[in-house]
């Protein structure tokens, strides 16, 4: 053990100590020649190792920093990082009490508070899955037995069930439809309105054209926090319509529901108790180390009735402990116990310190907005009601849409190029432009001004040329 912890302590301390540009990666082909990640029949010497692990650090963006604005995750949780490390250190499963007992009532009380912002009551369930993605797949599995207990067992039988999400939903809801054998073309991608929201009346009109042609509607996954243009798809109206046809009602809230810790910014998820389930993913704004997310659910016994088979003639005894085995309500054997790194970083914090966070970032959103507003050369090109701001550089020269696309492209890639600020590119509505994603509480109005200042002189530099 003594060498791994001269070789971490190490690494550790020069990572906190060096400057660096938030991303220096060469492309792919470029670091594959540079770099020797070859195994073979020898084993390596610990000299060898430490080196690999300079270069893993030396190369992969340094997500901690500010400067870091390209993700929905951004910024250092030290209270999770002890929990992560700590983790793997004694290296528990989550499919019965015995292999994880601290971790099984970390997670059990982690369900509980999340439950309870999210407007169910304690008679309500969970289980933290690994990411948004599998969260929202469960949001489908546990809709389709909903509507289809027998799919468990016996398959469609001939049946096509009918999925709705709207058009800014996470991808991840193609993969589920994928996954669970409805098949992608009967994900309903439901229009949206200016501001990136489900429309109430095109979920109606879908949902009456798919019963006109004798299919079964069951899952209306709405969105909170649209990954694009983080928009908060209508919870109260959408929920009417799911009670009218007996249909399931998930919120993928993998990045947006993170603001019900907020007094102040909350409304933007009020109804959320109406729903039938939630993803929540703790590794984006809550700022956990990938992986953390859970899917909760109002109905208790909903996901074990789903989720479960198996496992009873070896792993789930009946003992005195039978209850808090949670591996029944997971579609995971081994699972890691991401609870730790959770509730040592919600001990630390506490829920205030999640409110302040989100109500200074929204704090620093109004401040893009505002920035954007006063410049001639910048447009917002989405609503920024959310941590999430879409915009883009013109410089006001009658430049088609697929030029402006060429030009927000071409600086998104010299600003990567040159070390940051890091930012992406996105599309919304056909307009393409650069997306900012506020997640890390460091944030100030100096990173803001810079990247802006930065945008700006890009582009003045691109559109001279
Ligand atoms: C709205 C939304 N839902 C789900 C996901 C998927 O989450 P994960 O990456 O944790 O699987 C994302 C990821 O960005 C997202 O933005």
């Given at each position: 053990?003594?060498?791994?912890?001269?070789?971490?302590?190490?690494?550790?301390?020069?990572?906190?100590?060096?400057?660096?540009?938030?991303?220096?990666?060469?492309?792919?082909?470029?670091?594959?020649?540079?770099?020797?990640?070859?195994?073979?029949?020898?084993?390596?010497?610990?000299?060898?190792?430490?080196?690999?692990?300079?270069?893993?650090?030396?190369?992969?963006?340094?997500?901690?920093?500010?400067?870091?604005?390209?993700?929905?995750?951004?910024?250092?949780?030290?209270?999770?990082?002890?929990?992560?490390?700590?983790?793997?250190?004694?290296?528990?499963?989550?499919?019965?009490?015995?292999?994880?007992?601290?971790?099984?009532?970390?997670?059990?009380?982690?369900?509980?508070?999340?439950?309870?912002l999210?407007?169910?009551?304690?008679?309500?369930?969970?289980?933290?899955?690994?990411?948004?993605?599998?969260?929202?797949?469960?949001?489908?599995?546990?809709?389709?037995?909903?509507?289809?207990?027998?799919?468990?067992?016996?398959?469609?039988?001939?049946?096509?069930?009918?999925?709705?999400?709207?058009?800014?939903?996470?991808?991840?809801?193609?993969?589920?439809?994928?996954?669970?054998?409805?098949?992608?073309?009967?994900?309903?991608?439901?229009?949206?309105?200016?501001?990136?929201?489900?429309?109430?009346?095109?979920?109606?009109?879908?949902?009456?054209?798919?019963?006109?042609?004798?299919?079964?509607?069951?899952?209306?996954?709405?969105?909170a926090g649209?990954?694009?243009?983080g928009?908060f798809?209508?919870?109260?109206?959408?929920?009417?319509?799911?009670?009218?046809?007996?249909?399931?009602?998930?919120?993928?809230g993998?990045w947006g529901a993170p603001v019900l810790f907020s007094q102040q910014h909350r409304h933007l998820l009020a109804?959320s108790?109406?729903?039938?389930?939630?993803?929540w993913?703790?590794?984006?704004l809550?700022?956990?180390?990938?992986?953390?997310?859970?899917?909760?659910?109002?109905?208790?016994?909903?996901?074990?009735?789903?989720?479960?088979?198996?496992?009873?003639?070896?792993?789930?005894?009946?003992?005195?402990?039978?209850?808090?085995?949670?591996?029944?309500?997971?579609?995971?054997?081994?699972?890691?116990?991401?609870?730790?790194?959770?509730?040592?970083?919600?001990?630390?914090?506490?829920?205030?310190?999640f409110a302040?966070k989100i109500d200074?970032l929204q704090?620093?959103?109004?401040?893009?907005?505002?920035?954007?507003?006063?410049?001639?050369?910048?447009?917002?090109?989405?609503?920024?009601s959310y941590l999430?701001?879409?915009?883009?550089?013109?410089?006001?020269?009658?430049?088609?849409?697929?030029?402006?696309?060429?030009?927000?492209?071409?600086?998104?890639?010299?600003?990567?190029?040159?070390?940051?600020?890091?930012?992406?590119?996105?599309?919304?509505?056909?307009?393409?432009?650069?997306?900012?994603?506020?997640?890390?509480?460091?944030?100030?109005?100096?990173?803001?001004?810079?990247?802006?200042?930065?945008?700006?002189?890009?582009?003045?530099?691109?559109?001279?040329?």
């Open positions: 053990m003594e060498k791994q912890l001269e070789i971490l302590t190490k690494a550790v301390t020069t990572w906190l100590a060096e400057e660096r540009p938030v991303v220096q990666a060469p492309a792919a082909q470029e670091l594959a020649a540079q770099l020797d990640v070859s195994l073979g029949e020898q084993g390596a010497d610990w000299p060898t190792l430490e080196a690999a692990v300079r270069n893993y650090l030396h190369y992969n963006p340094d997500a901690a920093q500010p400067d870091f604005f390209k993700l929905l995750y951004s910024g250092r949780n030290d209270a999770a990082l002890l929990g992560d490390w700590i983790t793997s250190l004694s290296n528990a499963t989550m499919h019965t009490y015995q292999v994880g007992p601290v971790a099984t009532l970390m997670e059990l009380e982690l369900i509980r508070q999340w439950n309870r999210v407007g169910f009551d304690d008679t309500s369930e969970g289980v933290m899955v690994a990411g948004g993605s599998q969260a929202n797949l469960i949001g489908m599995m546990l809709a389709r037995h909903h509507v289809c207990p027998d799919y468990k067992t016996r398959g469609s039988q001939g049946q096509t069930l009918v999925a709705y999400v709207s058009d800014q939903a996470h991808y991840s809801a193609q993969k589920a439809a994928n996954v669970l054998g409805i098949g992608t073309d009967n994900l309903i991608a439901v229009a949206t309105d200016e501001q990136g929201r489900m429309c109430p009346d095109a979920l109606t009109a879908e949902i009456n054209a798919s019963i006109a042609n004798g299919h079964v509607p069951f899952f209306i996954g709405l969105t649209t990954t694009v243009t928009a798809d209508p919870v109260a109206a959408c929920s009417k319509i799911a009670k009218a046809h007996n249909i399931w009602l998930h919120i993928d993998a109804d108790h109406l729903a039938d389930s939630v993803a993913d703790a590794h984006k809550m700022n956990v180390p990938i992986t953390a997310a859970v899917i909760l659910v109002k109905h208790a016994g909903a996901l074990t009735a789903c989720c479960s088979g198996g496992g009873g003639d070896y792993l789930f005894h009946a003992d005195e402990n039978a209850a808090y085995n949670l591996g029944e309500r997971s579609i995971q054997c081994g699972r890691r116990a991401d609870a730790l790194k959770v509730w040592l970083s919600w001990k630390a914090l506490g829920n205030q310190g302040a200074h704090a620093m959103r109004a401040t893009c907005v505002e920035h954007i507003g006063a410049s001639s050369q910048l447009e917002l090109l989405a609503d920024a999430n701001v879409l915009f883009r550089f013109n410089p006001g020269t009658g430049l088609t849409e697929a030029q402006l696309r060429t030009l927000n492209i071409e600086i998104c890639k010299i600003m990567m190029r040159s070390g940051g600020p890091y930012v992406d590119y996105a599309q919304y509505k056909g307009r393409t432009g650069i997306r900012l994603i506020l997640a890390n509480g460091e944030v100030n109005a100096g990173h803001i001004e810079r990247l802006m200042a930065k945008v700006e002189r890009v582009g003045d530099e691109l559109s001279a040329m």
